[in-house]
């Protein structure tokens, strides 16, 4: 276990010792404190993804595709922790949306440079993945039956988005966590990410009541989505 894997599980740490306190005042409403506190949570998960990329000598350009990534959600990590204006979530979102391009440019290449190439961009098992994901999302808004909002057809793009970077986390983890237990932890901080991000959706277009446990969750489960997939980029760089 190298020094700075023990310096990143030890900013993890923090960030969980920080969460709870963040959790109780964000729900009162964004403030400055608020918006200072999360901006140092997200810092712990970009600073990690930093020492990762930075713990070997020799790394992929993926490694700086998947860094870019983290750098773009702590920018959508401001925006969304500044302000409840639309026009501020849609901004935030937008960044988020670049995020998950970079993380599957990142997981895409990592495949084909750790696997030698040996397997296709897109295979069977990550095509299940993806309509599984896609399917349950769209069930689940049909089920909830969500007033209409003009931003639908962006918000399910999104989504789609989303559940692509999940499917190639999925499909990179399962393929090494045999040989790399580690890896465990990026199929598990991707589905976290999804999580996360729906029931944000379900709070944002009146889906699912704001409250204490619902939002607490959705907060706790994005953070700890971003510390194991940058936690697990460790491993990553170094095959």
């Known amino acids: 276990m190298s020094v700075l894997f023990v310096i990143a599980l030890c900013l993890a740490g923090i960030a969980a010792l920080i969460l709870p306190y963040y959790c109780m005042l964000t729900y009162r409403g964004k403030t400055q404190k608020t918006l200072i506190l999360k901006m140092i949570l997200s810092s712990t998960f970009a600073i990690s993804a930093i020492l990762a990329v930075f713990s070997v000598k020799a790394r992929g350009a993926y490694a700086y595709i998947m860094l870019a990534g983290f750098l773009v959600s702590v920018a959508g990590d401001y925006l969304l922790g500044k302000s409840e204006r639309m026009r501020v979530f849609v901004a935030g979102s937008c960044c988020f949306a670049a995020a998950h391009i970079l993380y599957i440019i990142a997981l895409s290449l990592a495949s084909r440079t750790i696997l030698s ?18 399917s349950a999302v769209l069930l689940i808004a049909l089920l909830r039956r969500p007033p209409f909002h003009k931003l639908f057809i962006p918000m399910f793009a999104y989504y789609f988005i989303l559940c692509l970077m999940v499917t190639k986390a999925f499909g990179l983890g399962i393929r090494l966590v045999g040989d790399f237990p580690s890896m465990i932890m990026l199929p598990i901080g991707a589905a976290f990410f999804l999580c996360s991000d729906y029931m944000l959706g379900m709070m944002r277009f009146k889906m699912h009541a704001r409250n204490v446990p619902f939002k607490t969750f959705c907060t706790a489960s994005y953070f700890a989505a971003q510390t194991l997939m940058a936690l697990s980029l460790f491993t990553i760089v170094s095959l």
């Open 117 to 134: 190439g040996q397997i296709r961009w897109f295979n069977g098992m990550e095509a299940g993945i993806y309509i599984a994901l896609v």
